[in-house]
């Protein structure tokens, strides 16, 4: 499975970006399907996640302005990032599993880069 994010780019404090995932491959029915973030000097850090059939869940900084979606049939995740702020600035991954042959699959995107200007 590769997993290619793309959306990514510069935009000003307040702006709005709209990532996606696209999943190619031998694909699976994925279980649950998440964006992560690292920004410099930090660690990899969750931003939302989405199961298969449940609901979103965000991290505290995001909540009420990003919001996650998925397209099962197109294999597709999406991120609607809206009031971006330049602490957003990061590189955004893309995160799939899926249970399969009797264990886990985990696969990550390469990542887009994200960066709001104050």
């Known amino acids: 499975v590769e997993l290619v994010e793309s959306g990514g780019g510069l935009v000003q404090s307040g702006g709005s970006l709209r990532l996606s995932c696209a999943a190619s491959g031998t694909i699976v029915s994925f279980n649950t399907m998440a964006w992560y973030r690292q920004a410099p000097g930090n660690e990899r850090e969750l931003v939302a996640e989405?199961?298969?059939?449940?609901?979103?869940n965000y991290a505290d900084a995001v909540k009420g302005r990003f919001t996650i979606s998925r397209d099962n049939p197109k294999n597709t995740l999406y991120l609607q990032m809206d009031s971006l702020k330049a602490e957003d600035t990061a590189d955004y991954y893309c995160?799939?599993?899926?249970?399969?042959?009797?264990?886990?699959?985990?696969?990550w995107g390469q990542g887009t880069q994200v960066t709001v200007s104050s």
């Open positions: 989405i199961p298969n059939s449940g609901i979103p």
């Open positions: 995160y799939v599993d899926a249970f399969f042959l009797g264990r886990i699959w985990r696969y």
